[in-house]
Every structure is written in structure tokens, then in C-alpha cells.
């Protein structure tokens, strides 16, 4: 099983603050995803990613896929208590299996 | 808008009763998994069906087994529940969608085993 790490592990901030989640492994994936989850419901997914230095943006969430499809960022800005939750990277290589960071907890304080 | 339900969302089991945990998706998914959440461990992989009565192992599938009858039902069953299958249980679908399978999860299942 492919190892991705996620990092930081916790990450606790003040509304307004800017912010970056790490995804990182050894491996290549031919697409990546990020998703968030909230206190007892399942992950719901925010992106993918499929092509090496791609950007995309969903309102003042940035996600980057390096250039060589091993590792990716999600980057917040002016972050908001709405954004409070776990935050799940997953990397497909091959197949219909994702294998998933173990996330970051993010809590956004008013 | 994909719809996966899971029919329980808090479920309390006896060690050594059987389980079952169902998921139906309602989008005509090939691929379904089963996982568990615990903390520090993230979502591992239980089980996962690319077609109906079609199943491969994930990485923890010890205590566990699925049926896959009907292409829009997955079910994950515990023959025997230990205290230590104390979980939270997801259940995801996927299709394939240009180069990526893109999955959507239901909204857990939280078992204890006493």
C-alpha cells in the first residue's frame, strides 16, 4: 500500500489567518483528491486533480498538484469557522483504489 | 446528486453477535467500498466491489466479509464482533470520470461492540 502523509496533523487558527495543508509520498498518482469531512457524516469531496502543476480553485480554497503527481497543497485564505473540519487527501494509482492521508484536523476560531 | 445511505447511523452490537452493515447508492456506481475510520489511523480499506458478486480484499479485511448482490447494494458483515471492530464504518461508491474515480461516501456508521 502506497504511504501518503498528510501534514500538519492539527492545525488550530484565528478566522482571517491563511493557511496550508501538506500531501506528500514517494509515489506517483495519476490523480488526487481532496475531501472534508464534519463530525459524524462522511467525506465529501472538494476536488481533483489529475494533471502535474495543476491549480484549481474553489472560492478561497487553493489545491496544486506537483509537477512530478507525487504530492499536492490545499491553501485557505482568510479562513473562516465554516471552514472547521478534517481535511482528507487521497491518491489514485491505479484502478478504482484510493489510498488516503490520515488528514488534517483544521479548527478555524471566531 | 449521488445519494449513498448506510441503514444505521449508530449501531451497539455484543461481542461474538453477527453484524450487518448495509449501503445502497443510487447512481449506478460500479465500484463500492467499505471502510473504517479510527483516530489516528485514518480510513483503511476493508473490502471493495468492482461489479456485482465481484469482491477483492483491502488492506484489514480479517473479521469481516461482503455480499454484493444487487449492483446498487454492498453489505459488510462482521461474523463474529470483537470489541476491538469498534468503529466508524463508510461506505463509498465510484464511476470512472475522465482519468479519475471520484468516490462519494455515505454518512457512517458509529458501532460499538460491548
Known amino acids: 500500500t502506497q504511504l501518503l502523509e498528510q501534514s500538519p496533523q492539527f492545525l488550530s487558527i484565528q478566522e482571517g489567518e491563511n493557511l496550508t495543508v501538506y500531501c506528500n509520498s514517494s509515489?506517483?498518482?495519476?490523480?488526487l483528491q481532496w475531501y472534508r469531512q464534519e463530525p459524524g457524516e462522511g467525506p465529501v469531496l472538494l476536488v481533483t486533480?489529475?494533471?502535474?502543476?495543476e491549480v484549481k480553485k474553489l472560492k478561497r480554497l487553493t489545491f496544486q498538484f506537483g509537477d512530478a503527481r507525487k504530492d499536492s497543497s490545499l491553501h485557505i485564505t482568510a479562513a473562516q469557522p465554516g471552514d472547521t473540519g478534517l481535511y482528507l487527501c487521497?491518491?489514485?494509482?491505479?484502478?478504482?483504489?484510493?489510498?488516503f492521508g490520515e488528514g488534517t484536523q483544521l479548527t478555524v476560531n471566531p | 446528486d449521488v445519494k449513498v445511505t448506510q441503514s444505521s447511523r449508530y449501531l451497539v452490537k455484543r461481542t461474538g453477535e453477527k453484524v450487518f452493515l448495509e449501503c445502497v447508492q443510487d447512481?449506478?456506481?460500479?465500484?463500492m467500498f467499505w471502510y473504517r475510520q479510527d483516530p489516528g489511523l485514518g480510513l483503511r480499506l476493508i473490502y471493495f466491489?468492482?461489479?456485482?458478486?465481484?469482491?477483492e480484499k483491502g488492506d484489514i479485511p480479517e473479521g469481516y466479509s461482503v455480499s454484493r448482490e444487487k449492483k446498487e447494494r454492498f453489505s459488510l458483515i462482521l461474523e463474529s464482533a470483537s470489541t476491538n471492530q469498534t468503529s466508524m464504518y463508510l461506505c463509498?461508491?465510484?464511476?470512472?470520470?475522465?482519468?479519475?474515480?471520484?468516490?462519494?461516501f455515505g454518512p457512517g456508521t458509529r458501532l460499538t461492540v460491548t
Open positions: 466491489s468492482y461489479d456485482v458478486k465481484m469482491k
Open positions: 487521497a491518491g489514485q494509482t491505479s484502478g478504482s483504489r484510493l489510498t
Open positions: 463509498a461508491s465510484s464511476f470512472r470520470q475522465a482519468n479519475s474515480y471520484e468516490q462519494y
Open positions: 486533480v489529475v494533471t502535474g502543476g
Open positions: 447512481m449506478d456506481h460500479e465500484n
Open positions: 509515489s506517483v498518482f495519476s490523480s
